[in-house]
Structures are given as structure tokens and as C-alpha cells.
Nanobody, 123 residues
Framework: QVHLVESGGGLVQAGGSLRLSCVASGRTFSNYAMGWFRQIPGNEREFVAAISWSGDITDYADSVKGRFTCSRDNAKNTVYLQMNSLKPENTAVYYC????????????????WGQGTQVTVSS
């Protein structure tokens, strides 16, 4: 079992930045690929970013490429999502997830999910 806890969400003005963190506990963190997803009430959860177990391969949704950066620190059991140039449409609950490694990262099946952290971007 892997337990995931997100933090770093909040209220920010359009154009601002936030860094989300997700701390993992339980099984060996470096054994897992990690992903970030987001969900707006009434909508399906959508993919935002993913990172390989080693951190050397990343993947992003087209809508966030060039603005969001996913990274990880396996020594700290933590994955990050740096979000820059935020837009009101980025408002959502953001979730991190862990899954068995697979390449390409689109093949990762996420088995563990955090509770989410709210990000609100005001115009």
C-alpha cells in the first residue's frame, strides 16, 4: 500500500505560480511512476503530468506544456508539480497518483491516489 498526501494548493491570481507537493509513505517510492491529475466538479478527472520512477522521463497534457513542471525527489519520497502562468481554467482539485512503472508513461496504471488539494486561480 502507498499512502499519498498532497499539499501546496491555494488561491492565486491569474499569472501567478504554485508548487504542489505529494509525499508518499508505505512501499518504496522509487518503485513507482507518479502522476498528477485534476478534476472539476461534474467533470471527469483529467491527466496533467507524469514522471518516471527515476525522474528522467516526463509527460504533460498539451494544455500545461511549457507552464507546468513535474519533478521528484526519491530521497524525500516526494513528487512536485510546479505550476507557472496559472489561468482561471486551471482551477480544480489536483491529485497525485502512483503506479507501477511503464513506458511510455501513458501506459502507467495508477493504483494509489491522494485526497487532492484545491487550486483556485482568480481572474
Amino acid at each position: 500500500q502507498v499512502h499519498l498526501v498532497e499539499s501546496g494548493g491555494g488561491l492565486v491570481q491569474a499569472g501567478g505560480s504554485l508548487r504542489l507537493s505529494c509525499v508518499a509513505s508505505g512501499r518504496t517510492f522509487s518503485n513507482y511512476a507518479m502522476g498528477w491529475f485534476r478534476q472539476i466538479p461534474g467533470n471527469e478527472r483529467e491527466f496533467v503530468a507524469a514522471i518516471s520512477w527515476s525522474g528522467d522521463i516526463t509527460d504533460y497534457a498539451d494544455s500545461v506544456k511549457g507552464r507546468f513542471t513535474c519533478s521528484r525527489d526519491n530521497a524525500k519520497n516526494t513528487v512536485y508539480l510546479q505550476m507557472n502562468s496559472l489561468k482561471p481554467e486551471n482551477t480544480a482539485v489536483y491529485y497525485c497518483a502512483a503506479g507501477a512503472p511503464a513506458l511510455p508513461l501513458t501506459r502507467v496504471k495508477y493504483a494509489y491516489w491522494g485526497q487532492g488539494t484545491q487550486v483556485t486561480v482568480s481572474s
